[in-house]
């Protein structure tokens, strides 16, 4: 029986809307109100209106059509999920492919009407709407919110009571974070910092929620004066325990829903500073008709990226033990494959069990990404209960996966060979595995940004005329998002992507892949601490600590596709897992591991 797309009929009641308000194009992001990356239940407009599960999605809609962008990493899935719709995938960066903004300058035309909820739009991305229709002569309207119209059963806001974080945890007091970020305000020439982003608020106040699934975050502002810090958060998330806390520290508490007409109605007699890429459209608006603005990054965004000592010993703690329950993980899997019925799903519950017995477990960083063969050229491929692969003696079992702890945000993927494979299949893991090593081996020297670093993970790729569809690095936070900028390695120039240098306590991805359509995926995924390595009369010199410590399968191990130095770099990552793994484990697992780690 033939399903109609949803979308069909929400774009319908959309355009009822867009012809009332005579609008003709709306625009639509899948961020929410702070600029988020992941997004809880009531701000999935974007995949209410397309059925497209992407986190990284701008969807125009226009009287006769509709198009929908999003990156590499989601070309395939979102190509069978608006399958049957009217909508027109656009892929991001595709030799043809014009951006939104080259788009818009093309349909838009004198007098038209440009409209979207300035709410889930940034403010530096609102502004690259206001200059394309500028530049049409047509009219932007960032005050439209066209969807609480016609979702007649929207989810309701997440909330979810806040927890303090420990001294000991945290690693520096809230006191001691808010004298450096007022420093820092002080230098910029402002009085005043208005945040929005989630995670920069959770970091600087010590605190953590659970309002977006595997972020421990909380719906929340913050205003910070020189003297004062006024937050804004849902009453239902405060415990009586928060309440103290924000007493003794100074911070003011009011609704959530309150804070723009708090900002409104406040006295600003002196600049506030404001970070457009973190900041909604419609705040930053109604902050210019109110104050004097200073638009610069938010100075929270660079304390929280260069994590403290206490933060660094907690990471590497929690990392190890996460590697330990992932070494069991694989070692279960290459036991058990052919002996045990066992699909995408029912290894994912496995892993998921060994994560939640580690001591100080609080969640996932993400729900696991278990993908068998072709499910894995799709970069994040999510199977189900009820759609998941059987898993069989044969081909890759890609495993993309990580944990929220008391102590460390993990993330780690392994590219797990179940049982024969091509010679192609070979060559394929061999070359993703030299560049995931020599990245990670990588010493350079401080200054050195990520996109300088790139090349390291994918030459051995570009050495055979291949390549991969997205990032090769992000950074990873501290007990929050497990995407967390600024700092990030990959090709991208795109104004949305900042490209920092690599600094001293960055913690960063190494996450090089290939990906064949409809026959398999590949990627090598491992956690790196940058730190020093030395100081010469060249300058200081930096080099990456790993974090993750499993096997890098040696049954995909083709060594005619490695030089002699790869085969060195191999085979002193695997002393290290070993090194580090094995006194945690014992019998057939340790056996496992030790062979696992043999040099080749």
């Known amino acids: 029986m033939h399903t109609e797309h949803p979308s069909i009929t929400r774009l319908a009641a959309l355009r009822g809307e867009m012809n009332a308000k005579h609008i003709d194009f709306y625009l639509v992001t899948s961020s929410d109100f702070h600029a988020s990356e992941y997004v809880g239940d009531y701000f999935k407009v974007s995949e209410y209106l397309s059925a497209c599960t992407s986190d990284n999605v701008l969807l125009l809609i226009g009287k006769s059509e509709a198009r929908l962008w999003t990156d590499g990493r989601y070309f395939i899935s979102a190509a069978a999920e608006l399958s049957g719709s009217e909508i027109l995938l656009m892929k991001e960066g595709e030799s043809g492919v014009p951006t939104l903004e080259q788009y818009l300058a093309q349909c838009l035309f004198e007098g038209a009407c440009l409209a979207f909820d300035g709410r889930c739009v940034s403010a530096a991305m609102g502004r690259r709407f206001r200059d394309a229709a500028q530049k049409a002569g047509a009219i932007c309207d960032g005050s439209a919110d066209l969807i609480s119209g016609i979702w007649t059963d929207r989810p309701a806001l997440a909330s979810h ?3 303090i ?12 974070k808010c004298a450096e970020v007022r420093k820092k305000m002080a230098e910029s020439g402002a009085h005043y910092l208005a945040v929005s982003t989630l995670d920069d608020i959770m970091w600087l106040l010590n605190i953590r929620g659970g309002d977006v699934e595997c972020n421990p975050v909380a719906l929340s502002y913050l205003l910070l004066g020189e003297e004062t810090c ?10 009586e325990e928060f309440r103290q806390y924000a007493a003794k520290e100074d911070i003011r508490l009011h609704p959530y829903d309150s804070v723009l007409s708090y900002l409104s109605g406040f006295p600003f007699d002196q600049p506030v500073l404001v970070d457009p890429a973190g900041t909604s459209d419609a705040m930053l608006h109604l902050l210019k008709e109110k104050a004097s603005v200073i638009e610069k990054e938010n100075p929270v965004l660079m304390m929280k990226a260069c994590k403290n000592e206490t933060e660094m010993e907690n990471i590497r703690k929690y990392y190890l033990l996460d590697s330990v329950a992932l070494c069991r993980f694989i070692f279960y899997v290459k036991k058990n494959i052919g002996r045990i019925p066992m699909t995408e799903i029912s290894a994912a519950h496995v892993l998921d069990d060994l994560r939640r017995a580690v001591p100080g477990f609080l969640d996932l960083s993400f729900p696991t990404i278990p993908a068998y063969n072709a499910n894995a050229a799709m970069a994040h491929y999510a199977p189900s209960e009820e759609d998941c692969a059987v898993l069989a003696p044969s081909g890759f079992l890609l495993v993309d996966s990580g944990g929220q702890y008391l102590g460390a945000t993990t993330d780690v993927t392994r590219t797990i060979v179940l049982g024969p494979l091509t010679q192609e299949m070979k060559r394929d893991f061999t070359l993703v595995a030299a560049g995931n090593l020599r990245l990670l081996y990588a010493v350079f020297r401080e200054g050195i940004r990520g996109s300088q670093l790139d090349i390291l993970a994918r030459g051995p790729l570009y050495a055979h005329g291949m390549d991969y569809n997205h990032g090769t690095g992000h950074g990873i936070g501290y007990i929050l998002n497990v995407h967390e900028g600024p700092q990030r390695i990959g090709t991208s120039r795109s104004a949305k992507y900042l490209d920092p240098p690599i600094l001293p306590g960055m913690v960063t991805s190494d996450e090089p892949g290939l990906y064949r359509e409809n026959e398999y995926g590949i990627r090598t995924e491992s956690i790196t601490l940058a730190v020093p390595a030395e100081t010469t009369e060249f300058g200081n010199f930096l080099r990456f600590e790993a974090l993750t410590f499993a096997p890098i399968d040696l049954d995909a191990i083709d ?4 030089t002699a130095e790869d085969v060195r770099l191999l085979n002193n990552y695997h002393a290290l897992v070993f090194e580090k793994v094995s006194p945690y484990l014992e019998g057939e697992e340790l056996e496992f591991l030790r062979d696992a780690t043999r040099a080749i």
Do not use: C, K, N, W
């Not at 006024?230 to 415990?239: A, K």
């Open 559 to 562: 060594p005619a596709y490695l």
């Open 161 to 163: 009571p806040v927890m």
């Open 230 to 239: 006024d937050l804004f958060i849902q009453e239902s998330e405060v415990t």
């Open 165 to 176: 974080l420990p001294d000991e945890i945290a690693g520096a007091r809230f006191a001691e």
